[in-house]
């Protein structure tokens, strides 16, 4: 007999000629009991990610508004340590209805008060909720969250940022143009960002026309060229839709015929001025700093090690 396990030479051949293919085989039983096993212990972030589906770039979605691709941008400046206020952006595939969260840090308690504001403010239903494979989405408490409410659940490919074009358009035109670069990590940055994504949101879903792509074409010269609608707000689009009910219309129409442009212009304006008084100082200053320590950093790199002569 070899071995602790007591086999004989004979089994001790087999096994050492046996493919790779053919001790998968064996163990794939064996295997997948110990997944099961570590879905509540040992890997539930790997295991919760692989349990919900994939949803590629030029996957077929539904043509009704509902189906939104969400992200969080951190308004951390040069650096992501310590607690700062991330905000949560929801970008509807179809209308490009945004709605935008601000959020005291990326917690599971924030992160679900966040997504409640959002399916109580946007004015018709959520379908589906697409998110990137972070752990601020990937959780029990989120997904239980979408499940009681029975809001489909998918995910976007690792490292495929096409996947969620929508939405990365969104952070970069309206939450980084709007909010700028700053670090805001204090209550009171977190109050006047709330206050200015509310602002934003109502202008861009009922004053900001966009355009959506339908197709390709072909120029004289033979190059291809992206066709567009067109422009038209969400709100138009919304409207135009046929997913509402006349009071649900009714209530839109007045609300965009109650709000000022100029008004909203002004008050976003406002906001940003109060946040770059509370924040570009304390940024700028982190910035400098950094690039202090980064500097004295480098130069001791490229000094080498010194030796005592004999």
Known sequence: MIGRAGYSQK????????????????????????????????????????????????DEIADEPGFFERYTVAHCGPSLKGELVRTLT??????GWIHLEALQNNAR???????????????????DLDC??????????????????????????????????????????????YGFHYRYDTPKELKVLRKLWKTVCLRMNLFTPTRKPIGWN???????????????????????????SRTQIKELQQLRDSTNPAELTRDI??????????ARTPTEVLTISMEQNHAKHKALLTQGIKTRSA
């Open 11 to 58: 089994i001790r051949d087999e096994l050492l000629g046996m493919s790779a293919s053919t001790i998968d085989r064996y163990l794939k039983e064996a295997r997948q009991s110990l997944e099961l096993r570590g879905i509540s212990s040992t890997k539930p972030g790997a295991l919760l990610r692989n349990s919900i589906k994939i949803r590629k770039a030029g």
């Open 90 to 95: 929801l970008t509807d595939v179809n209308t």
């Open 109 to 127: 308690v924030h992160m679900l008060k966040a997504l409640d504001s959002a399916i109580e403010t946007i004015p018709y239903q959520v379908q």
């Open 132 to 177: 990137d494979n972070g752990s601020e989405f990937i959780n029990r408490e989120v997904i239980n969250w979408a499940s009681s409410l029975d809001v489909f659940f998918t995910r976007s490919r690792p490292y495929k940022k096409n996947d969620q074009a929508h939405v990365e358009s969104k952070n970069n035109h309206v939450v980084r143009k």
């Open 218 to 244: 072909q120029d004289s010269v033979g190059r291809r060229k992206r066709v567009y609608d067109t422009p038209a707000t969400p709100l138009d689009r919304l409207l135009a839709s046929g997913i509402l």
């Open 269 to 278: 304006l406002r906001y940003q001025a109060i946040l770059t008084d509370l």
